[in-house]
């Protein structure tokens, strides 16, 4: 391995001589062609083997080197293995390759310093420099595997394959990206090594066979291979559990983690199935792999071409799709991701799709100069006259009288097809990349790389020039009521416009690096937008009120520029679909099918379900109530003090809910969110950290840093004051009303009657945070530290360990079956009410606040300092219930993706699995 291969023009070779002696002089081990290789294969195989084998791909700018044919190649070659590109400039110029630009240059200009600038090409060189180093290690690997016909002896084993997974997992999201050969190389060798542990199993089989020349020799022979077979049988559930959680590390989105889940929950099945006895932690083990990868998955299918794919459209029916590539063919699929019919007839890359309004046209525009418009069905209805310039874009008007497309003769060109004339309107500097027609076809927008939009009557009439992007302007759409269009552009922006132009606002992508962004799509509602974006990723942003749009969330999993996106007409099921540069089209479910996030602008300190399911409350650390329904998932803000509210409760008639907050006050509302109440639980402004209804509703339960428990009734009248050592944080009455239990920062819970008088008193050794009666009464739940005690009333005490962090809540479902936790180590545990660990639940960023059962037991809300509340759907959440979820989301991709496959195991991984289709 080099340090770096450097790419140049031989007119700079004085100056490159002088740079690599530079390095020389600092130990760098760098790749230069001085004298230049014979121009045959050899010379491209030894300049490809240069830059493979180089930690970092170092191009000098120039004018020599930037219309070079070789430099370009090199360019190229560096690209397709994600090597990190190191950009110097020796003589300024513009035209630099796009990848290149969006890099800080490294100036080394005659007016710059040299060593100044020779330290930062250093620097740069050392940036996450074992990371690079792994990656040009696997890269070289991998390459090898793959010119050797994918030899399994070039295949990793053993600590190296370990090795590798986890640089897989640690590496998620660096430069230089991993690349889609070095995570088949990767996942190749998994697979072997999982065969060669079926394998190992049959010789054991055999050699016992062999081995019985007696019957003392036989038994032992025969408890040794059994023994052994177990040993390697937990050894690859274990190896498939690692693989999944290190998948889902790195990308949460995709199905990759659900795949390797399945094959977990599959292997755990066989192994019940053998009488072979798995721990109970390794159970838990393959339901949190499984679960976390089933409720975060967004990926529905996945679409495999032979080259990149530079556009897709969704039919307006919502029946079929359409891509187009850089192979020069248009493919015709169907809702499911069957490949129905391929289009061929375009002589060059084709660009851009269009469907007519009413499904039964596409048209298809290329850099060979022509458009042609196909049937449904995938027969040629026509070709335009070949232009003597490529087409870069088309579009249908919403009545399908016009056909409109632009081209790189800098012109936008209208079509009508009842007098089958043109009209060639002229205005932009430069190449047309995107014409789009308003939804009541008046309207006609045009993008171009002259930065500039500009809108046109449908006349052809110039209405208005927009200007505001500074570099090419790569895509124009209007929103489906026509009240707004969007433009995105290589400037790493999008911009927001009203219909007459008037410029609304531009998405913020200050908390994200800036990425060019090469499409963009509004969802059937109009109120969300999908950018398609060059670090491929998919974003989406929330613009109900375009005056502050909001970031939702972006999607990983393509590995290289993300070209087109599209919704799916469907709002019931909203799919986008997204096409890339890595030569896949991927189907993204917008909303997820198990759980619902709900946001807030801070931390959560609190969530409880209304005793009817019908409303969640959730309180923040600024001051804010909010109360959702849990069907629609919409929230109302109640209430907004200057304090952080810390608990909130709903009485059990369902009538009001009291708030307890940092200002010493626990505060009575209706379920309107006026108060009719206020509760002074301190005279000083010391916080009120707990409050709790008495199972008939007439008694209030307040508690804080005062160190004092304070019974209330609902009129607001003291009746009784109840005393700890030191703060206290939680409080609960027993469903049979029968007493109340108290935790506190002194490490002790206590017992009073419902009178107030103290029954009983135990120290934890630990501060507790949280103390819940079971539904019964007869088990109480204290967390104390890191772990739950489960105290029989009338008996012994077990205990619940896991957590890494204190736990801040404990509460029973209200069927009694199980026990949730919540924790700062940012996870949800859920327990059968044995204290048997059933699965761990994953997704929030920070520290968990809060949990609430609803009352069926099929729904569980948990709050975090992250500022989400997760509401998490736990109906038959056992491995048949998961494996059938997760089979349900895997129907099209394993039907779609497989049939070419060698690889058995994943044809059939689903086979057996009762699937829960509609669920």
């Not at 999201?173 to 199993?201: C, D, M, N, V, W």
């Not at 531009?506 to 109009?526: A, C, E, M, W």
């Not at 609960?732 to 920062?745: L, T």
Request: hydrophobic share 35%; glycine share 6%.
């Amino acid at each position: 391995m080099t340090e770096a291969f450097i790419s140049y023009s031989r007119k700079d070779k004085d100056f490159v001589k002088r740079l690599h002696e530079a390095l020389k002089q600092h130990k760098r081990d760098i790749w230069v062609d001085w004298e230049g290789i014979p121009f045959t294969a050899d010379w491209r195989k030894e300049i490809y083997e240069g830059i493979e084998k180089a930690n970092n791909f170092i191009f000098i700018i120039s004018p020599n080197s930037v219309v070079s044919e070789v430099c370009g190649e090199e360019i190229a070659y560096a690209l397709k293995h994600n090597k990190r590109l190191v950009p110097i400039v020796w003589q300024y110029v513009e035209g630099v390759h796009p990848e290149l630009a969006k890099i800080n240059y490294i100036f080394f200009q005659e007016s710059n310093d040299f060593n100044t600038a020779l330290q930062s090409l250093l620097q740069a060189l050392d940036t996450d420099l074992a990371h690079v180093k792994e990656h040009t290690r696997l890269l070289m690997l991998a390459l090898e595997w793959d010119r050797q016909k994918r030899n399994n002896s070039y295949l990793l084993q053993g600590s190296q394959l370990e090795q590798a997974e986890q640089w897989f997992t640690t590496g998620a999201g660096k430069k230089p990206l991993i690349t889609p050969l070095q995570q088949e190389y990767i996942g190749e060798s998994r697979k072997a090594q999982r065969a060669r542990h079926r394998t190992r199993l049959i010789l054991i089989t055999i050699g016992l066979v062999i081995s019985t020349g007696s019957a003392i020799v036989a038994a032992i022979g025969w408890k040794e291979a059994d023994r052994q077979r177990i040993a390697a049988q937990k050894s690859e559930l274990q190896a498939i559990i690692s693989a999944s959680d290190a998948r889902f590390t790195v990308n949460r989105d995709t199905v990759d983690a659900l795949i390797e889940g399945l094959k977990a929950g599959k292997k755990l099945k066989e192994l019940d199935t053998a009488k072979i006895t798995i721990p109970n932690q390794e159970r838990a083990e393959v339901m949190k792999v499984l679960g976390q990868a089933i409720y975060w998955v967004t990926e529905r299918d996945r679409l495999n071409e032979n080259d990149a794919i530079n556009s897709v459209s969704f039919s307006p029916d919502g029946e079929i799709l359409a891509t187009a590539g850089a192979n020069r063919t248009v493919k015709i699929w169907n809702k499911h991701g069957l490949l129905l019919k391929p289009l061929e007839g375009h002589q060059d890359t084709v660009i851009s799709l269009s469907f007519s309004p009413d499904s039964q046209i596409l048209a298809s525009a290329s850099l060979d100069g022509t458009v042609k418009l196909w049937s449904k069905q995938g027969k040629e209805l026509k070709t335009f006259e070949k232009l003597n310039t490529g087409v870069r874009t088309v579009s249908f008007s919403p009545d399908s009288k016009t056909l409109a497309f632009g081209s790189e003769d800098n012109n936008v060109r209208l079509w009508n097809r009842k007098d089958q004339k043109f009209q060639i309107l002229k205005g932009h500097n430069y190449e047309v990349y995107s014409v789009s027609f308003s939804p009541d076809g008046q309207i006609l927008l045009s993008g171009s790389r002259d930065r500039k939009v500009k809108l046109w009557n449908k006349q052809g009439k110039e209405l208005k020039t927009l200007k505001g992007h500074t570099n090419t302007v790569t895509s124009v759409s209007f929103s489906p009521n026509g009240r707004i269009f969007a433009s995105a552009s290589l400037d790493k922006t999008v911009r927001l416009w009203n219909r007459d132009g008037s410029f609304i606002e531009k998405l913020n992508t200050q908390n994200r690096q800036g990425s060019s962004i090469y499409g963009v799509s509004f969802s059937p509602d109009g109120q969300t937008l999908a950018t398609a974006n060059d670090d491929s990723t998919v974003t989406l942003w929330d613009i109900t009120n375009p005056q502050k749009p909001q970031e939702l969330t972006t999607f990983k999993g393509h590995s290289s520029t993300v070209n087109s996106v599209s919704f799916s007409p469907n709002s019931r099921t909203l799919t986008l679909a997204s096409a890339s540069k890595d030569k896949t089209l991927k189907l993204w479910q917008i909303n997820y099918p198990w759980l619902t996030l709900l946001k807030h602008d801070d931390a959560v300190n609190r969530v409880s379900f209304s005793p009817d399911g019908e409303a969640i409350a959730t309180v923040t650390n600024n001051g804010m109530v909010k109360l959702w329904n849990p069907h629609q998932k919409t929230s109302k803000n109640l209430q907004e003090i200057s304090y952080p509210i810390w608990d909130v409760s709903f009485s059990p008639d369902n009538q009001i809910f009291a708030t307890a907050s940092e200002d010493g006050k626990v505060r009575l509302s209706n379920r309107q969110g006026k108060v009719f109440r206020t509760l002074k639980h301190m005279n000083n402004s010391d916080r009120v950290r707990c409050v709790s209804f008495s199972p008939d509703g007439k008694i209030i339960a307040t508690a804080g840093d005062d160190k004092m428990v304070k019974l209330w009734n609902r009129q607001g009248r003291l009746l009784k004051s109840l005393k700890h050592n030191h703060a206290v944080f939680s409080v609960s009455f027993s469903p049979n009303s029968k007493m109340i239990a108290s935790a506190s920062f002194d490490k002790t819970v206590k017992f009073w009657n419902l009178e107030g008088k103290e029954l009983n008193s135990q120290n934890y050794g630990d501060v507790i945070y949280s103390v819940n009666f079971s539904p019964d009464s007869k088990i109480i739940a204290i967390a104390v530290g890191n772990s739950v005690k489960l105290r029989q009333l009338h008996g012994g005490e077990i205990s619940l360990n896991g957590h890494t962090a204190a736990i801040s809540q404990v509460a029973f479902s209200p069927d009694g079956q199980m026990i949730a936790t919540a924790s700062d180590d940012k996870t949800v545990k859920l327990w059968h009410k044995d204290g048997t660990l059933i699965t761990t639940l994953i997704g929030h960023y920070a520290e968990v606040n809060s949990i609430s059962f609803s009352p069926d037991s099929k729904t569980l809300v948990s709050g975090s300092k992250d500022g989400t509340a997760i509401l998490w759907n736990i109906e038959n959440l056992n491995l048949d219930g998961l494996m059938g979820r997760g089979c349900d989301w895997l129907q099209d991709y394993l039907h779609n993706n497989t049939s070419n496959r060698s690889d058995t195991y994943d044809k059939h991984l689903c086979d057996g699995v009762k699937t829960q289709i509609g669920s």
